[in-house]
C-alpha cells in the first residue's frame, strides 16, 4: 500500500466484513424460529388507511396479491421502492435511487492481511474479499435512476466506466498492483439515498403505525442489527432506547419531504461529500433558500452569512465585506453544469474549514460584545410558533409541559416536554394567552385556554409530531395551529435594550411594569406586536413576535432607534457563544431525549413540588430517589484553544464523560464546554463528587487543565437578564 503522501491514518484493528446474503439468511431463520412469518414473492399493492374519532390517520391493513392482512402497523424497509411505498398511504419517503457500484478485482499476490481502507481525500474504499479486493465509492457524478421499476428487485445496472474511473484511479494510488490487476467481476445496482447521508426511521407523521426502516445510504448492513432493535422498542413503546433523532423521520421539516428538488439536490450532495472532512461549521450549498423569513433581503444587504436550518435561511454572522448571497445548487459542476464562478459565499466558507479558531472569529466576538456591553437584535424568525388551543387544553397543558404553565394569562414559562422515562424531548417557552377576537395569527379566535408555544425551528417538526402524538395517545380534544410562516420574531437583548424599546413601544418597559418571564400585546412603531421580556443570551431583553406584513417596519424602526445607542445585527454564531457562557442549553447538543432535567440542571422546569401529574413524572421522582448517575458539568479552560463537542472528559486521570457542545466566551474569555460525567465505580455524582476532582479535557491528544463549575461562570446571581447590571 502506497504511504507516501499520507501524514497519518486512523487503524480499527475490529474491523472486518461479512456476507450480506449470509447475515439476511441467518435472520430470517431466526425471526421464523421466534414466530415470525416469512412470505416471499408477495407484491404489497395497497396500504388501507382509516380515519378515528379524534380524525387521527392509522394504518388498518396491507394489501396484496395474496390477500389482505388486517395490522394496525406495519414497517416500510422497501429501499428503492420505499417512496411508492409511501405513496400508497400518503406518506412522504425523501429518498432518491441512484446507480451504486463496486468491482471486484482478479486475485493479488500476498494481499490476505491487508486491513479495509477507506481513503476520503479519493473518496474510494478497498475492501479486502478473500485474495482480491473490491473497490468502490463515492462519485460527484452519480447516475440517478427517476424510474424506478417494479421489476428490477433482482436485477443489476451495466456499469459506466466513464463515472466510475475516478474510483479507480484513487485505487490505484493507494494500492499501486491494482494497475497490473485485472477485474474479475462488477457489481452496479440501485441503491437509496437521502438528503443528508442517514436512514429514514420512525413513525411518519402523517399516518400514526406507519413505521420507516429504509434509505439507508449503503450502509444497511453496518446498521441495519443496530436500527432494527431500536425500532421494535420504537414500535412497542412509542420511543426508542437510545437518542435516534439523527435517524427520525422528524427531522426533516414536512415542506421538503415532498420537495423533489430538495430531495434530489441534497441527496447529490451528501452523496458527494460522503468521504468529505466534515467541519464544525459546514453548510450545505444544496437547496438552499427554501424557506425566507420577512427580513431576509434587508439582512442579506447588510452581508448576513446565512446558515440553512429545517429549510430555513437563519442568520450565522454579519459579514463587514458586504452580501454573500447563497447561490442555485450547481452540482459542484457535475453533469456538465457550470460551476458558481467568484462565488463569494463558498468562499467564505472554504476558509471556516478548520479545526482551529475561524478566521472570522473576531466578527463573532464583536457581535457578543455589543450584545453584552449595549445592544444587539437577533432575527429568530425561524423559530416555531405555535398555538395550543380547545377544550381539552388546559388539561393538555398541565400533561405534556414539565413546568407549570397555568400561570396568570401574560405569564411565560420556560418548560421542557418529556417521554415516558423523564427524557426531554424538548425545551420551549409557553405563554397564557387570551382569546382573539380575529383569526389574526397574532390573536387567533378560540374559546376556553389558550397557550402560544415558542420552540426552536431546526426542531419545530419533531415538536409538532410529539404535541400531537402526546393529544392523541391521550384521547385529548386540543387544537395545535401552526403560524410558523405568518409571523416574524425579532430579538432585541443587551444593557440598552429598554432604553431602545421603550422609544417604540407603546407601554412601560419598567421592571415593575413589565417584569421578566412575561408578555404584553403592544404596538411597536405603530405596528401590533407580542412583545415578550425573554432572553436566550443571559442579557436584559424583549422579543417581538410580529405578523408577517409588519415585519419589515418594525425591524427597520428598531434599527433606526438603536443606531444611537450602537446596536449592531448579531447571529446564531453569536447566539451559540452566548447562550453557553450563560450556561442555557440546547436541544440535541447538551439536552436529548436520553437526558432528564434532573441530569440537564433544569430541575426548576419541572413541577415536582406540586402535585399535578405530567409526562415523566413519575420517571423523575425515581431518579430523584436514587441520586443521580450522571450529571451535567461547565468546564472552562484557561488556553485559548477552540473545542467543538466530542472531546474528552477526564476526573483525576480517568475517563467520565465528553463534551456535548463547546463555544469560545468572549465576555470572560475562555473557552467553554457541557458534558455529562459519570462516577467510575457507577455511584451517585454528587455535588461533592464534581467539586472534589480535578478535571482535564483532551484534544486532539493535547491534555488541558479544566474548571469545573455547578453553575454558569458569566452572571451566576442571574441578575442581567433582570435589567441589574
Request: some cysteine; glycine content about 10%; overall charge negative.
Amino acid at each position: 500500500m502506497n504511504v507516501d503522501d499520507l501524514y497519518g491514518t486512523l487503524y480499527v484493528p475490529k474491523d472486518g466484513t461479512m456476507d450480506p446474503a449470509g447475515t439476511c439468511t441467518t435472520l430470517t431463520r431466526a425471526a421464523a424460529a421466534k414466530g415470525a412469518t416469512v412470505i416471499e414473492n408477495c407484491p404489497v399493492t395497497g396500504v388501507q388507511v382509516h380515519t378515528d374519532d379524534l380524525g387521527v390517520k392509522r394504518v388498518k391493513a396491507v394489501e396484496t396479491d395474496h390477500g389482505t392482512i388486517q395490522t394496525p402497523c406495519i414497517v416500510n424497509c422497501a429501499g428503492v421502492w420505499a417512496a411508492k411505498l409511501g405513496e400508497m398511504a400518503g406518506v412522504n419517503v425523501p429518498l432518491i435511487a441512484m446507480h451504486h457500484a463496486y468491482v471486484v478485482t482478479e486475485r493479488i499476490q500476498g494481499i490476505q492481511n491487508m486491513p479495509n481502507v477507506r481513503d476520503h481525500d479519493a473518496s474510494v474504499y478497498l475492501r479486502l474479499q478473500g485474495d482480491a479486493l473490491s473497490v468502490g465509492g463515492y462519485e460527484e457524478n452519480p447516475i440517478f435512476w427517476d424510474e424506478v421499476s417494479e421489476k428490477f428487485a433482482f436485477s443489476l445496472f451495466d456499469l459506466d466506466w466513464d463515472v466510475f474511473m475516478q474510483h479507480i484511479e484513487g485505487a490505484i494510488n493507494r494500492v499501486p498492483a491494482l494497475e497490473q490487476t485485472g477485474i474479475k467481476s462488477t457489481v452496479c445496482g440501485p441503491e437509496s439515498f437521502t438528503a443528508d447521508h442517514k436512514p429514514l426511521m420512525g413513525e411518519a407523521p402523517e399516518v400514526r403505525g406507519y413505521f420507516l426502516g429504509c434509505g439507508f445510504n449503503s450502509a444497511g448492513m453496518m446498521l441495519g442489527g443496530g436500527c432494527g432493535k431500536e425500532l421494535a422498542h420504537w414500535i412497542i413503546h412509542g420511543r426508542p432506547e437510545k437518542d435516534m433523532y439523527g435517524y427520525d423521520i422528524r427531522r426533516f421539516h414536512h415542506s421538503l419531504t415532498n420537495n423533489n428538488r430538495w430531495i434530489r439536490e441534497r441527496s447529490h450532495e451528501s452523496y458527494a461529500k460522503n468521504y468529505s472532512v466534515v467541519f464544525p461549521f459546514d453548510e450545505p450549498l444544496a437547496s438552499r433558500n427554501m424557506r425566507k423569513d420577512p427580513i431576509h433581503k434587508l439582512l442579506l444587504d447588510q452581508g448576513c452569512v446565512f446558515q440553512e436550518r429545517h429549510g430555513w435561511e437563519r442568520p450565522g454572522w454579519f459579514n463587514p465585506d458586504g452580501p454573500a448571497p447563497v447561490l442555485d445548487y450547481d452540482y459542484y459542476g457535475a453533469y456538465g453544469l457550470p460551476k458558481n464562478e467568484n462565488y463569494k459565499y463558498n468562499d467564505l466558507l472554504d476558509k471556516e474549514y478548520t479545526f482551529s479558531f475561524p478566521p472570522h472569529h473576531h466578527v463573532i466576538k464583536k457581535e457578543c460584545l455589543t450584545c453584552r456591553n449595549a445592544v444587539a437584535v437577533f432575527d429568530m424568525s425561524y423559530f416555531g410558533k405555535f398555538y395550543l388551543v380547545g377544550p381539552d387544553s388546559k388539561k393538555a397543558a398541565d400533561w405534556l409541559f414539565s413546568a407549570d404553565v397555568n400561570k396568570g394569562v401574560g405569564s411565560t414559562v420556560y418548560t421542557c416536554m418529556l417521554n415516558k422515562k423523564g427524557g426531554v424531548e424538548s425545551d420551549l417557552t409557553v405563554s397564557r394567552i387570551e382569546p382573539g377576537s380575529t383569526h389574526s395569527p397574532l390573536t387567533p379566535k378560540f374559546e376556553g385556554d389558550g397557550y402560544y408555544l415558542a420552540i426552536g425551528g431546526g426542531v419545530a417538526q419533531q415538536n409538532w409530531c410529539h404535541i400531537q402524538t402526546v393529544l392523541q395517545n391521550e384521547g385529548l380534544r386540543c387544537q395545535l395551529l401552526d403560524h410558523s410562516e405568518d409571523m416574524g420574531m425579532v430579538s432585541i437583548q443587551g444593557p440598552r435594550s429598554r432604553d431602545l424599546l421603550q422609544e417604540l413601544l407603546d407601554t412601560d418597559l419598567s421592571n415593575e411594569s413589565f417584569p421578566f418571564s412575561t408578555h404584553k400585546l403592544v404596538k411597536a412603531a405603530g405596528h401590533e406586536v407580542r412583545a415578550m421580556r425573554l432572553s436566550f443570551v443571559g442579557e436584559m431583553g424583549w422579543e417581538l413576535h410580529v405578523p408577517r406584513d409588519s415585519c419589515v417596519p418594525v425591524y427597520q424602526a428598531v434599527m433606526a432607534a438603536g443606531a444611537k445607542y450602537g446596536i449592531c445585527n448579531a447571529g446564531y454564531r453569536a447566539i451559540d457563544s452566548l447562550s453557553i457562557e450563560k450556561g442555557y442549553r440546547h436541544w440535541h447538543a447538551d439536552l436529548r431525549p436520553d437526558d432528564t432535567p434532573l441530569e440537564a440542571g433544569l430541575a426548576f422546569t419541572c413541577k415536582l413540588k406540586s402535585s399535578i401529574p405530567f409526562l415523566g413524572r413519575e420517571a423523575l421522582e425515581a431518579q430523584r430517589k436514587r441520586g443521580l448517575r450522571r450529571r451535567i458539568v461547565c468546564f472552562t479552560i484557561d488556553e485559548k484553544v477552540p473545542m467543538f463537542g466530542l472531546e474528552a472528559i477526564f476526573r483525576n486521570g480517568q475517563p467520565v464523560g465528553h463534551l456535548r457542545r463547546s463555544e469560545y466566551g468572549f465576555a470572560i474569555d475562555k473557552t467553554i464546554g457541557y458534558g455529562y460525567i459519570r462516577n467510575p465505580d457507577g455511584g451517585v455524582v454528587s455535588p461533592d463528587f464534581v467539586r472534589s476532582g480535578k478535571f482535564t479535557l483532551e484534544r486532539m491528544g493535547v491534555v488541558y487543565e479544566a474548571t469545573a463549575h455547578l453553575k454558569s461562570p458569566f452572571d451566576a446571581e442571574n441578575k442581567r437578564v433582570k435589567g441589574i447590571y
